[in-house]
Protein backbone atom coordinates (compact mmCIF):
# COMPACT_ATOMS: atom_id res chain seq x y z
CA UNK A 1 0.00 0.00 0.00
CA UNK A 2 0.95 3.83 -0.18
CA UNK A 3 -0.06 6.63 1.81
CA UNK A 4 -1.31 9.80 1.14
CA UNK A 5 1.33 12.21 0.35
CA UNK A 6 2.39 14.91 2.86
CA UNK A 7 4.08 17.69 1.58
CA UNK A 8 6.75 19.11 4.66
CA UNK A 9 8.31 22.33 4.82
CA UNK A 10 11.84 23.42 6.29
CA UNK A 11 9.98 25.63 8.83
CA UNK A 12 7.84 22.22 10.06
CA UNK A 13 5.04 22.73 8.26
CA UNK A 14 3.61 19.47 7.65
CA UNK A 15 5.39 17.84 10.87
CA UNK A 16 2.08 17.35 12.63
CA UNK A 17 0.47 15.77 9.34
CA UNK A 18 3.35 13.75 8.72
CA UNK A 19 3.10 12.42 12.48
CA UNK A 20 -0.68 12.11 11.75
CA UNK A 21 0.03 9.80 8.80
CA UNK A 22 2.69 7.62 10.20
CA UNK A 23 0.07 6.80 13.05
CA UNK A 24 -2.74 6.16 10.27
CA UNK A 25 -0.08 3.87 8.88
CA UNK A 26 0.70 1.93 12.34
CA UNK A 27 -3.22 1.77 12.41
CA UNK A 28 -3.89 -0.11 8.97
CA UNK A 29 -0.61 -2.77 9.65
CA UNK A 30 -2.22 -3.16 13.40
CA UNK A 31 1.56 -2.40 14.44
CA UNK A 32 2.29 -2.35 17.76
CA UNK A 33 4.52 -2.17 20.74
CA UNK A 34 8.29 -2.27 19.49
CA UNK A 35 7.53 -2.27 15.73
CA UNK A 36 4.70 0.84 15.91
CA UNK A 37 7.16 2.75 18.13
CA UNK A 38 10.38 2.14 15.24
CA UNK A 39 7.91 3.43 12.68
CA UNK A 40 7.08 6.70 14.75
CA UNK A 41 10.94 6.99 15.62
CA UNK A 42 12.34 7.16 12.06
CA UNK A 43 9.17 9.33 11.22
CA UNK A 44 10.28 11.88 13.69
CA UNK A 45 14.11 11.40 12.68
CA UNK A 46 12.92 11.97 9.13
CA UNK A 47 11.12 15.08 10.01
CA UNK A 48 13.36 16.78 12.40
CA UNK A 49 16.06 16.18 9.11
CA UNK A 50 13.67 18.02 6.78
CA UNK A 51 14.37 21.08 9.20
CA UNK A 52 18.16 21.74 8.06
CA UNK A 53 18.23 21.06 5.29
CA UNK A 54 17.80 24.05 3.17
CA UNK A 55 15.87 27.42 3.18
CA UNK A 56 12.40 27.34 1.11
CA UNK A 57 12.57 23.43 0.97
CA UNK A 58 9.27 21.95 0.45
CA UNK A 59 8.88 17.77 -0.16
CA UNK A 60 7.08 14.90 -0.63
CA UNK A 61 6.62 12.64 2.43
CA UNK A 62 4.74 9.11 1.77
CA UNK A 63 4.56 5.72 3.26
CA UNK A 64 4.65 2.43 1.25
CA UNK A 65 4.24 -1.06 2.76
CA UNK A 66 4.78 -4.53 0.83
CA UNK A 67 4.23 -7.89 2.16
CA UNK A 68 6.99 -10.46 1.63
CA UNK A 69 7.95 -14.07 3.03
CA UNK A 70 10.08 -12.70 5.91
CA UNK A 71 7.29 -9.52 6.95
CA UNK A 72 6.45 -6.72 6.56
CA UNK A 73 8.71 -3.88 4.08
CA UNK A 74 7.90 -0.43 5.69
CA UNK A 75 9.57 2.50 3.68
CA UNK A 76 9.22 5.99 4.57
CA UNK A 77 9.57 8.45 1.92
CA UNK A 78 10.93 11.98 1.02
CA UNK A 79 11.00 12.69 -2.58
CA UNK A 80 11.87 16.50 -3.94
CA UNK A 81 12.79 18.28 -7.05
CA UNK A 82 15.91 19.47 -7.90
CA UNK A 83 15.93 23.84 -6.96
CA UNK A 84 19.04 24.48 -4.84
CA UNK A 85 21.63 26.48 -6.60
CA UNK A 86 25.12 24.97 -6.14
CA UNK A 87 26.82 28.52 -6.38
CA UNK A 88 24.51 30.30 -4.10
CA UNK A 89 24.70 27.23 -1.65
CA UNK A 90 28.56 27.64 -1.64
CA UNK A 91 28.61 31.31 -1.07
CA UNK A 92 26.03 30.88 2.10
CA UNK A 93 28.68 28.16 3.43
CA UNK A 94 31.92 30.66 2.79
CA UNK A 95 30.18 33.13 5.07
CA UNK A 96 30.19 31.03 8.38
CA UNK A 97 33.19 31.01 10.25
CA UNK A 98 34.27 27.61 10.31
CA UNK A 99 33.97 27.46 6.07
CA UNK A 100 31.72 24.46 6.41
CA UNK A 101 28.71 22.98 6.42
CA UNK A 102 28.20 22.57 10.25
CA UNK A 103 24.72 20.07 9.19
CA UNK A 104 27.07 16.90 8.33
CA UNK A 105 28.00 15.81 12.21
CA UNK A 106 26.35 12.80 12.57
CA UNK A 107 25.08 9.83 10.79
CA UNK A 108 21.63 11.77 10.63
CA UNK A 109 23.55 15.02 9.31
CA UNK A 110 25.26 12.94 6.57
CA UNK A 111 22.19 11.57 5.19
CA UNK A 112 20.93 15.16 5.81
CA UNK A 113 23.61 16.39 3.45
CA UNK A 114 23.72 13.21 1.17
CA UNK A 115 20.07 14.42 0.38
CA UNK A 116 21.21 18.15 0.25
CA UNK A 117 23.88 17.52 -1.95
CA UNK A 118 21.96 15.36 -4.41
CA UNK A 119 18.90 18.22 -4.92
CA UNK A 120 21.49 20.55 -5.87
CA UNK A 121 21.40 22.44 -9.44
CA UNK A 122 25.42 23.28 -11.11
CA UNK A 123 25.87 26.77 -11.27
CA UNK A 124 25.37 26.84 -15.36
CA UNK A 125 21.94 25.75 -14.29
CA UNK A 126 22.15 22.39 -15.45
CA UNK A 127 21.86 19.38 -13.10
CA UNK A 128 24.76 18.17 -10.82
CA UNK A 129 25.44 14.87 -12.74
CA UNK A 130 26.17 11.68 -10.59
CA UNK A 131 29.74 11.61 -10.37
CA UNK A 132 30.04 15.20 -8.90
CA UNK A 133 27.24 13.85 -6.33
CA UNK A 134 29.30 10.99 -5.63
CA UNK A 135 32.78 13.49 -5.29
CA UNK A 136 30.86 15.28 -2.43
CA UNK A 137 29.27 12.13 -1.20
CA UNK A 138 32.71 11.04 -0.66
CA UNK A 139 34.08 14.00 1.09
CA UNK A 140 31.51 13.67 3.89
CA UNK A 141 32.23 10.31 4.71
CA UNK A 142 29.98 8.10 2.46
CA UNK A 143 32.95 4.99 1.80
CA UNK A 144 30.74 3.66 -1.31
CA UNK A 145 28.37 4.59 -3.66
CA UNK A 146 26.17 2.34 -5.96
CA UNK A 147 26.29 3.35 -9.71
CA UNK A 148 25.75 1.24 -12.46
CA UNK A 149 25.44 1.46 -16.28
CA UNK A 150 21.68 2.28 -16.04
CA UNK A 151 22.89 5.98 -15.25
CA UNK A 152 21.06 8.38 -12.67
CA UNK A 153 18.30 6.32 -11.89
CA UNK A 154 20.39 3.60 -9.98
CA UNK A 155 22.76 6.38 -8.11
CA UNK A 156 22.29 6.10 -4.64
CA UNK A 157 24.26 6.20 -1.18
CA UNK A 158 23.52 3.85 0.88
CA UNK A 159 23.86 3.51 5.17
CA UNK A 160 24.07 0.23 4.68
CA UNK A 161 26.82 0.13 2.53
CA UNK A 162 28.42 2.59 4.25
CA UNK A 163 28.04 0.73 7.84
CA UNK A 164 29.62 -2.19 5.33
CA UNK A 165 32.68 -0.51 4.72
CA UNK A 166 33.75 0.96 7.99
CA UNK A 167 32.79 -3.10 9.50
CA UNK A 168 36.65 -4.46 8.55
CA UNK A 169 38.25 -1.89 10.88
CA UNK A 170 36.10 0.01 13.77
CA UNK A 171 39.45 0.76 15.30
CA UNK A 172 40.61 3.14 12.68
CA UNK A 173 36.90 4.37 11.74
CA UNK A 174 36.10 4.85 15.66
CA UNK A 175 34.54 7.88 15.08
CA UNK A 176 32.08 7.19 12.26
CA UNK A 177 31.04 4.18 14.39
CA UNK A 178 30.54 6.04 17.69
CA UNK A 179 28.20 8.45 15.25
CA UNK A 180 26.34 5.12 14.18
CA UNK A 181 25.80 3.61 17.55
CA UNK A 182 24.84 7.18 18.96
CA UNK A 183 22.10 7.20 16.04
CA UNK A 184 18.55 6.61 16.27
CA UNK A 185 18.27 5.88 12.78
CA UNK A 186 21.49 3.94 12.53
CA UNK A 187 20.01 1.55 15.01
CA UNK A 188 16.30 0.95 13.81
CA UNK A 189 16.60 1.63 10.13
CA UNK A 190 17.83 -1.68 7.83
CA UNK A 191 18.70 1.27 5.63
CA UNK A 192 18.60 4.25 4.27
CA UNK A 193 19.31 5.26 0.73
CA UNK A 194 19.53 8.98 -1.19
CA UNK A 195 18.60 7.85 -4.46
CA UNK A 196 19.83 10.31 -7.05
CA UNK A 197 17.62 11.01 -10.34
CA UNK A 198 17.63 13.04 -13.40
CA UNK A 199 15.30 15.81 -11.96
CA UNK A 200 14.30 14.83 -8.44
CA UNK A 201 15.98 13.67 -5.16
CA UNK A 202 14.55 10.80 -3.25
CA UNK A 203 15.49 9.49 0.45
CA UNK A 204 14.04 6.18 1.34
CA UNK A 205 14.17 4.64 5.23
CA UNK A 206 13.90 0.98 4.95
CA UNK A 207 12.30 -1.14 7.84
CA UNK A 208 11.64 -5.22 7.82
CA UNK A 209 8.71 -5.78 10.58
CA UNK A 210 9.54 -9.57 10.62
CA UNK A 211 7.09 -12.42 11.14
CA UNK A 212 6.60 -13.64 14.23
Same mark, same amino acid.
Given at each position: ?5 ? =?? +? ?17 ? +?H??D??N? %??? @? ?18 ? #? ?12 ? $??? $???? /??? !? *??? =? ?11 ? *?? #? !? ?6 ? @???? @??? !?? #? ?10 ? !? %?? *? ?18 ? +????R? +? ?8 ? /? ?13 ? /? ?8 ? /????T???V????? #??
Amino acid at each position: MKSDVI =QI +YSDLRGKEEAIASAEKFIR +YHRLDGKNA %MHI @RLLTEELVSMVHGIMDDFMG #NLWFESESAEDGLH $CRI $CLST /KKS !A *NEQ =QDKQLLSVSTSRK *NE #N !AKGILGKI @RESF @RIS !AQ #NAADGTYINEFS !A %MN *NWFEMGAHRCEITDTGLEEA +YWSLRS +YRNQLEPDRT /KAKEEWDELEKSIIA /KVADDVKVWL /KSDTTELVVDKLIR #NV
